[in-house]
């Protein structure tokens, strides 16, 4: 069976965006998208709450034919258009969406559904909403976090709302020279 990995960058307090979301004090570079790019190169399948879905579909289709794109953008861009993606979204209108599932009911019978599919892990980029209906229904097989080195004291949780302990094991950690860790852990059922 597919697992769900969710993949997010927190701050130390388990903040994954501030109070209005942003995001400026993620520490990102090469080293890291190197990193993460072996990583989700191996993933089929990307799964987004729709505001994460809609800024990605606005950058990643044409990121890799600016003049000034990087390696990350090429890469990244290139594996974007060739995933399946998966929106978690009551709103979002179906039609016309090439290579993309909306999921807008029955949350839990779908997600398992696809989750029996023949595949790779299914990735959850950000989406604070979309992971936290995913934890209330205990779908979420693994987190892979990037913490980063700072404490922003508000914003909006990683880990919101949930109903019961949920047991960790951590599989990875790695240090980048950035100061952020990564840290790769698996629901324990």
């Known amino acids: 069976m597919r697992k769900i990995i969710a993949f997010m960058h ?12 942003e995001m400026n004090w993620i520490k990102v570079d090469e080293e890291i998208f190197d990193f993460v790019g072996k990583r989700i190169s191996q993933g089929d399948t990307a799964l987004y709450g729709r505001v994460t879905y809609q800024m990605m579909e606005n ?77 209330q229904e205990n779908l979420i097989d693994g987190y892979w976090l990037f913490v980063n080195p700072i404490i922003l004291g508000q914003g909006i949780p990683l880990f919101a709302e949930i109903k019961d302990k949920i047991k960790l094991k951590l599989l990875t950690t790695h240090q980048f020279t950035n100061g952020v860790t990564e840290l790769n852990y698996i629901v324990e059922k």
Do not use: C, R
């Open 59 to 135: 950058y990643w289709p044409t990121a890799a034919d600016k003049p000034n794109a990087t390696k990350h953008d090429i890469e990244h861009s290139k594996w974007y258009a060739n995933v399946h993606k998966v929106v978690l979204s009551k709103k979002m209108n179906k039609a016309d969406l090439s290579n993309t599932t909306v999921i807008s009911e029955m949350l839990s019978a779908k997600i398992n559904e696809i989750k029996q599919q023949t595949g790779n892990d299914i990735l959850v980029f950000g989406s604070p909403t979309a992971t936290h209906s995913l934890m």
């Open 10 to 21: 927190v701050s130390l307090d388990g903040f994954v965006a501030g109070p209005n979301g």
